[in-house]
């Protein structure tokens, strides 16, 4: 299903495609149009529909994902099969080994540099928060900036779950992350 991003007016013609020239009432009356429609489309039910339509699209292409790469084979256990892999993707085992040891370098550059960005924004959380006088404003704001923290933190953790997949070459899932005996932080 392909869905279309752009104008949700695509049926009308783009404006280079238009005649320029009005008629002499049409230059008078130019944007009384609608004072000859009914009240439903004073409304703008068209363009209601229309957005409900572009807004359900887009909830349909949500729900059906990312697509995954399949490109990536796992053994049995969740274990990566490197061979496999490597042929799938056109590289030798060694290139493949190369590469991953790139990511691994690379998430564990990302989830630092997050979890550092998700600290600092943490304490300016709290300092704003203390040092902002006792005002409704206060806590919106406060409310505003929480989710900068969340975002960070998340993201940091992603990458170091991505760290720990690559480290111990198989799939894991978060509590099995959380709950290693292995080296936790990324590295």
Known sequence: MTVSLGNPRSSEPP???????????????????????????????????????????????????PSPDNRFKTEDRGVFDMRATAFSYGMSVPELEARLRSRRLQTARIAYAAFTLAWLFLCGWVWHALASPLTAMRVT????FLPFCAL???????????????????????REYLATTEKFWPC
């Open 141 to 144: 704001s406060a409310l505003y």
């Open 15 to 65: 404006p280079e495609d238009r005649k320029q020239r009005r008629s002499f009432f049409g230059k008078i009356f130019r944007g009384t149009g609608w004072l000859a429609a009914g009240p439903v489309d004073w409304a703008g039910t068209r363009r209601i529909r229309r957005g409900w339509s572009f807004i359900g699209d887009l909830v349909h292409i949500l729900r059906l994902g």
């Open 152 to 174: 960070f933190f998340l993201i940091a953790f992603h990458n170091a779950l991505l760290n720990f997949q690559i480290r111990s070459g198989r799939l894991a899932n978060w």
